[in-house]
């Protein structure tokens, strides 16, 4: 049975680098479908990675291959694997913390390393800097294709080895919620939170509701003011802030028809810090 192969990277398409991936995927398969998540991922952000795989891997159906190539370490020895989650999704990739949010959101039943004699593009070998295409693309496709089954990937790994970027669950006293800034809605600079809308809720805030806002960067206070808890942009004037539920369900902070991280200059990450208050 074919299932589909989804690819990610931070590599861009102003070159051939993901055609080459998808040009190996389709060497392995020529029935495998294939589609991009997004390969606009900055240069060397393992969480923006991570990040993106799970805000996409819950729409996709069992046996998705997921190959995501965000390897600023390629070449040495951190590991190359497939992860099956507990959904018994496929996730192709290096074990450098790009399985964080989906090892702590969804959960991951097994891992195991590439065997790399067996799964590797052959004729690849004297290259060591692209195994999204040596390794990557082409241990998915094969996955993906049904030419080899997970069990054939290569020896399997201890769960508790999985190498993980530091993540913090949100936190609630009794008038405020702390969580982290964990991604951009980049094209509009919108702020992503971990706060979800039922957390959120807890605090007793409605539609309309003004509440208080403050993002710290490790220990500098980057924003504070109060603003509106709204439907949606239409809730606000052009030019204002709100806090609003985004597409995940969780809490998301932007300006109408603005930019919020370029206007407050805000990053994201687990340094990235948002705590909303419930002004009483």
Known sequence: MMNALVLQSDFGLEDGAVSAMKGVAHNVSKLISIYDNTHDIPPFDIWAGSYRLLQ???YWPESTVFVSVVDPGVGSERKSVVAQTNNNQYIVTPDNGTLTHVHQKVGIKQMREIDENLNRLPKSGASHTFHGRDIYAYTGARLAAGVISFQE????????DIEQLTFYEPEKTDNMIRGTIDILDVRFGNLWTNISRELFLSLGIHYGDAIEIEIVNDIRRMY??????GRSFAAIQLGEPVLYVNSLDNMAVAINQGSFARAHNIGTGSNWHIYIKRID
Do not use: C, K, P, Q
């Open 56 to 58: 996409t891997i819950g």
């Open 224 to 229: 504070r003011n109060s603003m509106t808890f």
């Open 153 to 160: 990937v290569g020896r399997e790994l201890d769960l508790a």
